[in-house]
């Protein structure tokens, strides 16, 4: 009989950013990770939950979520700058709210990684190109703010300061708006900066983060945000 510590395979990975942001009216949380589904085939599911808190208000409710599933096949080039490329057949996008607050689109995605090393910094890359299907009634016109493609952008351990700050991290991401991306005024863009004092023996990073635009969230996808927020990195 296998135990649940042998069954190595089935162990969580990392996946996308997981943070904790403190900010005013919203506090925003993600939450994400992957695991291989068959031992000798590159196949993973992968889930991300983002969520929108108003911390500061009576109740502290939930403003909204967005529940992020999908499943993709990974591509291996470990003598290129182009690392892997991900083919997602299915992703799903949801808010979990009912009729006229319910969010929800389907996705098929390319993703692109890429990696530079230098001799005191790693520039990381990737670039993704979705279609969209099966939108809910309710945002029929998600593509005006979330076109089909999105770009991101990493500069890990810019600063020489080992002694003060032994890991940072600087990204960039954005996307536009409309059907072949040709509104970057309708699209989004997010700035972050994460570090970690070397002086102390804590895991967790301080991350600070900017966004400007559309779609941050699901329920208010058409409305214009400008947000800076702080917190903790994992």
């Known amino acids: 009989m296998t135990t ?7 162990a969580l990975l990392r996946y996308r950013p997981v943070y904790f942001l403190y900010g005013n009216p919203d506090t925003k949380a993600q939450i994400s990770f992957k695991f291989l589904l068959i031992r000798t085939v590159p196949l993973y599911i992968g889930y991300s939950q983002l969520v ?7 109740s502290r409710p939930f403003e909204d979520a967005t ?10 080039f470990p003598k290129s700058r182009v690392t892997t490329v991900d083919f997602g057949p299915w992703s799903h996008l949801s808010n979990g709210k009912t009729e006229e607050a319910s969010r929800s689109v389907d996705e098929t995605f390319v ?3 890429s990696r530079w090393d230098f001799s ?6 990737s670039g993704t190109g979705s279609i969209n299907y099966n939108e809910d009634e309710t945002n029929r016109d998600l593509y005006l703010y979330r076109g089909p493609f999105e770009i991101q ?7 020489d300061l080992q002694q003060f700050i032994d890991k940072s991290e600087f990204n960039v991401r954005m996307f536009p708006g409309g059907r072949y991306g040709e509104r970057w005024q309708h699209g989004g863009y997010e700035i972050g900066f994460n570090f970690r004092f070397g002086a102390y023996d804590v895991f967790p990073t301080f991350y600070l ?6 779609a941050e969230s699901m329920i208010n996808y058409n409305q ?3 947000q800076f927020r702080a917190g903790i990195s994992f």
């Open 4 to 10: 649940l510590e042998g069954q190595e395979n089935l």
């Open 52 to 58: 929108f808190w108003r911390l500061n208000a009576k």
């Open 67 to 76: 529940y992020h599933p999908e499943l993709f096949y990974r591509w291996n």
């Open 111 to 113: 993703r692109v990684n």
């Open 120 to 125: 005191s910094l790693t520039l990381l890359l």
């Open 153 to 159: 952008g990493s500069v890990i351990n810019f600063f």
């Open 209 to 214: 983060q900017y966004y400007q635009g559309f």
């Open 224 to 226: 214009f945000v400008r």
